[in-house]
Every structure is written in C-alpha cells, then in structure tokens.
C-alpha cells in the first residue's frame, strides 16, 4: 500500500505554469506507476498522465500532451506534474495515485488499475 499526498494547486492565470508534487509514504513506491488524475465540477474523473514504475514510459490524456510532464524521484518517494501554458480548462481537482501495476495498463486512464489515491489539490486557472 502506497499512502501519497499532493501538493502544489493553486490560483494561476491562463497561459502561465504550475509544478504538482506528490509526496508517498513507502518503501515499495518504486515498484509501481503513479498517475495524476483531474476532476472538474461536474465531470467524471479524467486520466490525465501515466508513468511506469522506472520513469520513462510516460502517457498523457490528448488535451496536455505538449503541455505538461509527469516525472518521478523514486529515491525520495516523489511524483511530479509540471504544467505549462494552463488553460481555463485545465481547472479541476488534481489526484495523484498509485497503481496495483509496475507499467501503465492499456486502460490506465480510467483509474481503476488504481488503488491508492490522495485527497486532491485545487488547481483554478483563470482567463
């Protein structure tokens, strides 16, 4: 079980940037892939990127590619999201969460190959 914890939301003005970080709590935080996760009132959640367990397979959701990049530290329990030129529709409740899997599964983006998540951060971009 991988106990995480996000940091990092806040207010932003459209076109500007904000880094995410997730702190986890164990020592097998190595062994799996984290994902970033969003949420906007009145949405279903939305996968929003992927990272495997070593770090370079990544896999983004179509509307940040480009934009935002998910990274980790696995020798400090760390998971980041960076993410640049934000747009009014990248408002939303950010999750990170740990998988049941070492690798991205082809369906990683509905969140149910996940099975340790955070209590979220806001992120409110403005126009």
């Known amino acids: 079980q991988v106990q995480v914890m996000e940091s990092g939301g806040g207010l932003v003005q459209a076109g500007g940037s904000l880094r995410l970080s997730c702190t986890a709590s164990s020592a097998t935080f190595d062994r799996f892939a984290m994902g970033w996760f969003r949420q906007a009132p009145g949405k279903e959640r939305e996968g929003v990127s992927c990272?495997?367990?070593?770090?370079?397979?990544?896999w983004y959701v179509d509307s940040v590619k480009g934009r935002f990049t998910i990274s980790r530290d696995n020798a400090n329990n760390m998971l980041y999201l960076d993410m640049n030129n934000l747009k009014p529709e990248d408002t939303a409740m950010y999750y990170c969460?740990?998988?049941?899997?070492?690798?991205?599964?082809?369906?990683?983006?509905?969140?149910?190959?996940?099975?340790?998540w955070g209590q979220g951060t806001q992120v409110t971009v403005s126009s």
């Open positions: 990272v495997a367990r070593g770090g370079t397979v990544k």
């Open positions: 969460a740990a998988s049941m899997y070492s690798i991205c599964v082809d369906d990683w983006s509905r969140g149910q190959s996940f099975d340790d």
